[in-house]
């Protein structure tokens, strides 16, 4: 069915039905309810309470309309029921007055305000009680995503007139199948998400869509995976001519966790087909150390290794750190960024090319098409998260399917790590080398702010070093908050003579290095930032953290921000400011004060913020549920891996008729994975 035949819809509503990703009628299907209001309820107006929505009867007494010295068309209507008189407010819609005819019986859902004696409701939605269309009573009302020129009544009469056209749709799974897992078939379900007769049956529905996009993603990350396995890869024999001699002249000895995580890359690396490992560990826990023992594994083997990281800053950090322990062993390392000059990175391109370099360490540099290795054998990502898909393809592509490690330092709760790195086995670095003292985290209250900045004061008269972190950049008239540039400029008098600087995302690349490169060297002791610094250089005489309306923060976004101090031998501190009196804030603070696990938080975080707050939004890496819940559905995402990985067993290229729409379905995702 071709929406421009649905009744309301003219070419104007059609195009903008097109610029929301709408063409066909299955896209408008699944056009998914943002939310439900309850109209199976009919209160009496003297019921409602204030603050809140309702849907009631009533009958319109008069009407009277308005307009402000801004232009805003205000229209009121008296309204009754046998319990109360109330005022119908709408806000620039002058068109619902032709509706509104005396004594005539609407249903109404608006939001309550009682004030003075006077009940006004501030009309959401409206219709002739005997109208049997929509929203009669004894309905369960679908609320959808709109636009401007797309009103809620266009999705429900249009998304109304397919569905009783019996608009047909493809079923992926087959009926053995579903009553296995006990699914609603896929008509049912979206008849029902659009029109659901009840909670359970809509709890039913959503469950059935919820479960293919989990079940989906995994088959696209178990074929993904399955794709690299059956490549040829790389094999690399441990030898010990360089790890053995790397391990012991370390100046300390490496941790349990560090001694099992390199077990398992070992064993990986010695596979003819290409390793997919992630390394996810806590802040401090070594994964740099891990990281330099599988590049000189593949150093053994005469191959090249190449680590991407995500900006320039932290680029120079490993190749100074990977540096003084390769050069004793003979190997040569190059540093690749987008700031070399010319004939600087032409040399070192020649030298890669040649095999003369073993090692390359740089940013997005390392996969621009410049870039050729000679014998490319492992590829290391830090921080996977600020990367996407095609950053990591790109990289592979550079050898013949070269061995894969990833590294993160942002915790991962187990059931976000199964659903982005699905296709890569996990190893978990959860032990912080001996002898590194835990950072001491406070929270303090706006009022003692004096009494920290005495504190700072001390801190730097002994030559350390303080971040402090907004959450704005500047002043901001809608959130009270404490933003950067205020705080700069308020730590510059008040901790004078020590030296200030400033750092936030608005500012030039070179202009952010700068800046760091300043802080790093000592130049500047106190940086005011922006998160910008959530993942950044290692600065040892940084001992004070100070994180601005902390309550703004998630708790995995502090602990990395906690991460950025106690990287040395001092004792190093984390003040969380705040004037919070919400509970739930206080209580992910408390946490923050009572434990430094990394994975702990995260967990926590998962459940009292969900995934989004983990990555962010729209970070690289996490898949976007319209359905699905973390952690909600944790079960429901197991079950639906399962049988991801169950299928594929059985059907590993996805090429049985009964599988076929499927098979295409997975091969298009992956496309448009690797793209992205």
């Not at 929301?20 to 939310?35: I, K």
Request: aromatic share 6%; proline share 4%; charged share 25%.
């Amino acid at each position: 069915m071709k929406l421009q035949f649905l009744k309301g819809i003219g070419p104007k509503r059609l195009k903008l039905l097109e610029q929301m990703g709408m063409v066909t009628a299955e896209d408008l299907l699944m056009h998914f309810p943002r939310r439900y209001e309850d109209r199976s309820r009919i209160q009496k107006l003297a019921e409602l309470q204030d603050g809140q929505a309702g849907t009631f009867l009533a009958s319109v007494v008069n009407v009277t309309e308005q307009r402000t010295r801004t232009g805003l068309y205000i229209l009121k209507a008296a309204i009754r029921d046998e319990s109360a008189i109330a005022t119908a407010t709408w806000f620039n819609q002058p068109y619902i007055k032709a509706k509104l005819t005396a004594d005539t019986v609407f249903l109404m859902t608006g939001k309550v305000r009682r004030q003075f004696g006077r009940l006004e409701i501030m009309i959401q939605d409206l219709e002739p009680a005997d109208d049997k269309a929509e929203g009669n009573p004894g309905r369960i009302l679908a609320v959808y995503p709109a636009s401007a020129g797309l009103q809620q009544k266009v999705f429900r009469q249009a998304i109304a007139q397919i569905l009783d056209a019996g608009c047909p749709l493809k079923e992926f799974h087959s009926p053995s199948f579903l009553e296995e897992q006990a699914l609603t078939g896929r008509e049912e379900a979206l008849e029902t998400l659009h029109r659901p007769a009840t909670w359970e049956a809509l709890d039913k529905a959503r469950e059935r869509l919820a479960f293919d996009e989990f079940y989906f993603l995994h088959l696209s990350l178990a074929a993904m995976r399955r794709k690299d396995f059956q490549e040829q890869g790389v094999s690399h024999i441990p030898n010990a001519t360089l790890t053995d001699a790397w391990i012991k002249g370390l100046p300390f000895s490496l941790t349990a966790a560090q001694k099992r995580v390199i077990g398992e890359i070992r064993e990986d690396m010695a596979k003819p087909h290409a390793m997919a490992r992630l390394v996810q560990g806590d802040v401090g826990a070594g994964k740099t150390a891990v990281a330099a023992w599988a590049l000189l594994l593949a150093a053994e083997n005469d191959f090249q290794g190449a680590m991407m990281v995500p900006t320039e800053i932290l680029a120079k950090q490993h190749y100074e750190t990977l540096s003084s322990w390769f050069r004793p062993l003979g190997l040569r390392l190059g540093l690749f960024t987008g700031s070399l000059g010319q004939k600087e990175a032409r040399l070192l391109r020649e030298s890669l090319a040649a095999g003369e370099i073993q090692v390359a360490v740089g940013t997005h540099a390392l996969i621009q098409e410049k870039i050729v290795y000679q014998r490319l054998g492992l590829i290391i990502i830090d921080e996977q998260h600020r990367f996407g898909v095609r950053q990591r393809a790109l990289l592979q592509e550079k050898g013949d399917h070269p061995d894969v490690l990833i590294m993160s330092a942002t915790p991962i709760p187990r059931s976000l790590a199964l659903t982005v790195y699905g296709d890569l086995d996990i190893s978990k670095l959860d032990e912080i080398p001996p002898g590194r003292k835990p950072v001491e985290t406070i929270c303090i209250l706006e009022k003692a702010r004096e009494k920290m900045h005495q504190f700072l004061r001390k801190e730097l008269a002994l030559g350390n070093q303080v971040f402090v972190v907004c959450p704005l950049i500047e002043d901001s008239e809608v959130l009270d908050m404490q933003n950067a540039e205020e705080i700069y400029e308020r730590l510059t008098l008040t901790l004078k003579p020590f030296p200030v600087g400033l750092l936030h995302g608005r500012m030039s690349g070179a202009e952010k290095e700068a800046i760091m490169g300043a802080f790093a060297a000592g130049t500047i002791q106190v940086l005011v930032s922006t998160t910008v610094v959530e993942v950044g250089v290692d600065v040892p005489a940084a001992t004070v953290m100070v994180v601005e309306n902390s309550e703004r923060f998630g708790l995995a976004q502090l602990h990395q921000l906690r991460g950025r101090v106690g990287r040395g031998d001092r004792q190093a501190y984390c003040i969380l400011v705040t004037n919070t009196e919400d509970s739930l804030a206080l209580r992910r603070l408390k946490m923050m004060t009572e434990t430094n696990d990394g994975f702990k938080l995260a967990e926590e975080d998962l459940l009292l913020r969900g995934p989004g707050e983990l990555f962010g939004a729209r970070q690289h890496g996490l898949p976007e549920f319209r359905l699905a819940k973390l952690p909600e559905d944790m079960r429901l995402m197991e079950r639906a891996r399962e049988a991801a990985i169950r299928l594929m067993d059985a059907d590993p290229d996805l090429r049985q008729p009964e599988h076929g729409e499927t098979g295409r379905m997975i091969r298009e995702r992956i496309t448009e994975m690797v793209k992205g």
